[in-house]
C-alpha cells in the first residue's frame, strides 16, 4: 500500500459545481497535510495547508482532514475553468527526510 | 531573487554522460529540497539540505546522484553516467527554516526538464 494515495482522475466536474478531491494515507504519524495545484509543465503551488482535524477554509477552497479515518480532502467550490489542473497531496512530517507526495488528481473542470 | 530559480530549464544528454542541475532558493532560506517527477506521476523526494547539511541521503536513487550545497544558498544535484530512467522533471524547493521539516510550506523552482537519450 502506498504511503499516500490519490484518485489519478481525470475528475470532470461541471462550471460551478462543487469538486472534490481526496487522499488518505497509511501512517498514523503524520502530522500535516499540504495541498498543492500544479498546471500541466508547471511547478506545483500551495494551496492549503492542515494540521487539525475538522475543516478549514480559505476563500473557495476547503481542506478537510479526518485523521481517525486517515484522510484529507480538498474542496472547491463554484469551480472555474482556471481550477483544471493536477492537485498534489503531501503528508508531512517533523522529520524533512520523508515528505511524502500522492501521484495527483488530474481535474477537469468543463464549462 | 524573488523566487527560487533552477537552471537549465531544459538539458538533453546522452547515456552515460554526467549532468549538473543547479538551484538558487530563496533568500534567507535555510531549507534546500529536491525532488524528481516523472511524466503523469507524483513528486519523489530525493534530498533535504539543512544549511550545508543534508542529514538524510537515503532518498537518492542510487549512488549515481549526488547533491551538495556551499554557503547555505546555492544546491547542485549531480547525475553520473546518466541512464534514460534518469529523464524526469527535477523540481528544487526552499522554505524558510528547516527545523520543522516537511511541516514547513515549501516554494518551488520552475524546474529542469531532463531527458537522456
Known amino acids: 500500500q502506498k504511503e499516500v494515495e490519490q484518485n489519478s482522475g481525470p475528475l470532470s466536474v461541471p462550471e460551478g459545481a462543487i469538486a472534490s478531491l481526496n487522499c488518505t494515507y497509511s501512517?498514523?504519524?503524520?502530522?500535516?497535510f499540504f495541498w498543492y495545484r500544479q498546471y500541466s509543465g508547471k511547478s506545483p503551488e500551495l494551496i492549503m495547508f492542515?494540521?487539525?482535524?475538522g475543516d478549514k477554509e480559505d476563500g473557495r477552497f476547503t481542506a478537510q482532514l479526518n485523521k481517525a479515518s486517515q484522510y484529507v480532502s480538498l474542496l472547491i467550490r463554484d469551480s472555474q475553468p482556471s481550477d483544471s489542473a493536477t492537485y498534489l497531496c503531501?503528508?508531512?512530517?517533523?522529520?524533512?527526510?520523508?515528505?511524502?507526495f500522492g501521484s495527483g488528481t488530474r481535474l477537469s473542470i468543463r464549462p | 531573487g524573488a523566487g527560487v530559480s533552477q537552471s537549465p530549464s531544459n538539458k538533453v544528454t546522452e547515456k552515460g554522460k554526467d549532468v549538473e542541475l543547479r538551484c538558487d532558493p530563496i533568500?534567507?532560506?535555510?531549507?534546500l529540497y529536491w525532488y524528481r517527477q516523472s511524466l503523469g506521476q507524483g513528486l519523489e523526494f530525493l534530498i533535504y539540505?539543512?544549511?550545508?547539511?543534508?542529514?538524510?541521503k537515503s532518498g537518492l536513487p542510487s549512488d549515481r546522484f549526488s547533491a551538495e550545497r556551499t554557503g547555505g544558498s546555492v544546491s547542485t544535484l549531480t547525475i553520473q553516467r546518466t541512464q534514460q530512467e534518469d529523464s524526469a522533471v527535477y523540481l528544487c524547493?526552499?522554505?524558510?527554516?528547516?527545523?520543522?521539516?516537511?511541516?514547513?510550506?515549501?516554494?518551488f523552482g520552475p524546474g529542469t526538464r531532463l531527458l537522456v537519450l
Open positions: 524547493a526552499s522554505s524558510t527554516h528547516g527545523s520543522r521539516g516537511g511541516l514547513e510550506t515549501q516554494y
Open positions: 501512517d498514523r504519524g503524520s502530522q500535516s
Open positions: 492542515i494540521y487539525s482535524n
Open positions: 503531501e503528508h508531512g512530517y517533523s522529520s524533512a527526510s520523508k515528505i511524502i
Open positions: 533568500s534567507g532560506h535555510t531549507a
Open positions: 539540505f539543512q544549511g550545508n547539511s543534508a542529514p538524510d
